[in-house]
Structures are given as structure tokens and as C-alpha cells.
């Protein structure tokens, strides 16, 4: 594990380097329709490995785990949810033990639950929070990256979760859609203002904004969440492009030096931690971790 606090790292003033997109290389490993891909945690640990290695060799500061529908909620879809405890300890010990001395970050997704819906009460939800993060730190996690949240009320008790039970610092991102108008909310209306003063009043570390959206859109939403909260570390897991569908598969256009022209934009805006989301490679990740590190501090 590295000994520093991910947060306390971005007072030097370096930017830092996260990884990209998962998904896109398991579907390429032969991830079938309706499989569950954090299963591969246990039946097929290599190839997650080998994911997660590529990252680190591209220049990555830290890397996530294949943990992002690890919930018990997520799980019980496959009939799975009595190993959530066991699936999130091996996503994020692959990931230890491929991040080396670098940070692990391990991925948190939504429940897929809506509390004003009543589907879970907050109770409930806490406890589904708090059962993953309490395995993703005992597989040897730094860090839980809670991410693409969209609801206040379910991201600051996936924070409070992990505050309240673990050692983990807690990072917290939101995915963005941009109105007719040019402004930003969340599929619940959320603005990135809103989002950031919110993460950071239930006790987030980091806060961010990730997948939506490709690097250039991301730069107005930093903005946004700089000018809320002057003094939180942000994290930015960008798409490559918006999806564009070509007989029938969404491909992301934005190439390495696409993504890679637009970091200097988007650290001036506020940014301390940049990687990927849907559509970024290690080649994306090689590229973003080059012009950020030709960057005054």
C-alpha cells in the first residue's frame, strides 16, 4: 500500500494519473451479454489482472478494482449476493497487487436502488455500502471510489459508509448531462455546485466527476465544483468522446492526443486527478499522464 493519503499527495501541486475503462477490455476478453464481470474476480482473476497491470505500466498513479456492481444489490441480480463480501475482497486484492505501491481506488457504483422511491430504506443502503467498502479494505483498497452518482441523499450515505466503517479515504464522483442551455445536472437535477458542497459536507476526501461526458465538457463541470468547494481535491475519469454507434456498438471517438490536448484546459480549471472512463486505454491514459507531467506544478 502507499503510506500517503491520495488528498495529502495533491497539496504538492502534481497532478495526478488514474486509470481508464475496464469494461470495453473484459467484453474483448469474451465478457457474454448478462454475465456478471466481477465475477471474473474469482473465476477469472488473470485477465482482470492483466487489465489492471496495463493501466500501472501506462503511467498510473492509482487504479480502481473490479468492484463497481459489487453490491449486494447489484449482486443478488446474478444470484450472487451472498459472496458480495467474498467477490469485493478479490477485485480489490487483484488490484493491490497489481497497483504495487501505487494507490488503489476501489470502484463503488450505484445501488440501482432509489430511496424516495422507497426501495431501500437509508438504513438499508448504508448497510450495503458499508458491507462492500469493509471488503474492498480488507482486500488491501487505499481509497473507495464512489462513482457516477447521480442522487445527494444515496452518495452521502455511500460516503458516511465508508467514513464511519473503514480507514479508506472517500472519493466521490458524479455523472453530468449537459441541457440544451449548455448547463450541467445530474440524472436527478443535480448541479455540479450542488453535488460538490454536498459530497464534501458528508465527509469526502476527494470529490469529481466522471464518465457523461468527454474531456472537453469536463472542463466546464470542474469549473463549476472548483468554484464550490475552493479546497477539495477533484478527480476527473473522463469518457473518450461522446459514444458514437456504429452498427450497432458505441465506439468513443476521442483519440490519446485528443484527450491529452485538453489537460492543461482542464487542470487550469481546477483539476488535481485525471484519468479515463468508458472508451479510455492505457494508450489514453500514457498520453494524459505525458501532458500533465510537462505541466508547471
Known amino acids: 500500500m502507499n503510506g500517503k493519503r491520495i488528498a495529502d499527495a495533491t497539496k504538492s501541486g502534481r497532478i495526478l494519473i488514474s486509470d481508464g475503462a475496464w469494461g470495453t477490455f473484459f467484453h474483448e476478453k469474451g465478457l457474454k451479454p448478462g454475465e456478471c464481470p466481477e465475477l471474473w474476480c474469482i473465476n477469472r482473476p488473470a485477465d482482470v489482472m492483466d487489465v489492471a497491470r496495463g493501466y500501472i505500466e501506462a503511467g498510473a498513479d492509482m487504479i480502481e478494482s473490479d468492484s463497481f456492481g459489487g453490491s449486494r444489490c447489484k449482486l443478488e441480480h446474478y444470484g450472487l449476493a451472498e459472496r458480495t463480501a467474498e467477490i469485493n475482497e478479490a477485485a ?36 450495503v455500502f458499508k458491507e462492500q467498502a469493509g471488503a474492498l479494505e480488507k482486500g488491501g483498497a487505499d481509497a473507495a471510489c464512489i462513482e457516477t452518482m447521480s442522487a445527494l441523499d444515496e452518495a452521502a450515505l455511500a460516503i458516511r459508509a465508508v467514513r464511519e466503517n473503514t480507514r479508506l479515504e472517500a472519493i466521490c464522483t458524479f455523472t453530468f448531462e449537459r441541457t440544451p442551455l449548455g448547463e450541467y445536472h445530474t440524472m436527478m437535477g443535480v448541479k455540479p455546485a450542488d453535488a460538490a458542497r454536498a459530497a464534501v459536507a ?39 468522446g461522446l459514444p458514437v454507434n456504429l452498427n450497432g456498438v458505441d465506439t468513443f471517438p476521442e483519440t490519446p492526443e485528443d484527450m491529452a490536448e485538453q489537460v492543461a484546459a482542464l487542470v487550469a480549471a481546477g483539476a488535481n486527478i485525471i484519468g479515463g472512463c468508458c472508451g479510455t486505454t492505457p494508450a489514453h491514459i500514457a498520453a494524459i499522464a505525458k501532458a500533465a507531467r510537462a505541466l508547471p506544478r
Open 202 to 240: 458528508a465527509g469526502a476526501d476527494i470529490i469529481g466527476t466522471n464518465c457523461g461526458n468527454g474531456i472537453r465538457r469536463m472542463v466546464d463541470i470542474v469549473r463549476e465544483m472548483r468554484a464550490a468547494c475552493p479546497d477539495t481535491p477533484i478527480l476527473v475519469h473522463a469518457n473518450a
Open 92 to 127: 480489490a486484492r487483484i488490484s493491490r497487487q497489481a497497483a504495487g505501491d501505487k494507490w488503489v481506488i476501489a470502484s463503488i457504483g450505484p445501488t440501482g436502488k432509489m430511496l424516495m422511491m422507497e426501495d431501500l430504506t437509508e438504513e438499508e443502503m448504508y448497510g
